[in-house]
């Protein structure tokens, strides 16, 4: 059974930080590119990283460029997103999901599997 299941998600002040876990079991991790999508209330969800884990590449959406780093610990079959210097736009559902077709598609979210999601919320 494939799953991925994210933690780590949490109520912070703007400036604060979190990290995300992602744990992924059930295909071949480093097969996969896993990567981060978050859906604010009343919005679309959007990419917010993505990592291959076979050779670590990654890819950010200009929101989050130089605040937030995606990494993968292979051994463990998990990805980590570090969020930091978080701002109330940051709030939403945070969701982990994996392609088996790389960043580029993965980003554009041509996925595989998802998780369940984790709440963030930033606070003034």
């Known amino acids: 059974e494939v799953q991925l299941v994210e933690s780590g998600g949490g109520l912070v002040q703007a400036g604060g930080s979190l990290r995300l876990s992602c744990a992924a079991s059930g295909f071949t991790f480093d097969d996969y590119a896993i990567g981060w999508f978050r859906q604010a209330p009343g919005k679309e969800r959007q990419g917010v990283s993505c990592i291959n884990t076979s050779d670590g590449s990654t890819i950010y959406a200009d929101s989050v460029k130089g605040r937030f780093t995606i990494s993968s610990d292979n051994a463990k079959n998990t990805v980590y997103l570090q969020m930091n210097s978080l701002k109330p736009e940051d709030t939403a559902v945070y969701y982990c999901?994996?392609?088996?077709?790389?960043?580029?598609?993965?980003?554009?979210?041509?996925?595989?599997?998802w998780g369940q999601g984790t709440q963030v919320t930033v606070s003034l």
């Open positions: 999901a994996a392609s088996h077709r790389g960043v580029a598609a993965l980003i554009q979210h041509d996925t595989d599997y």
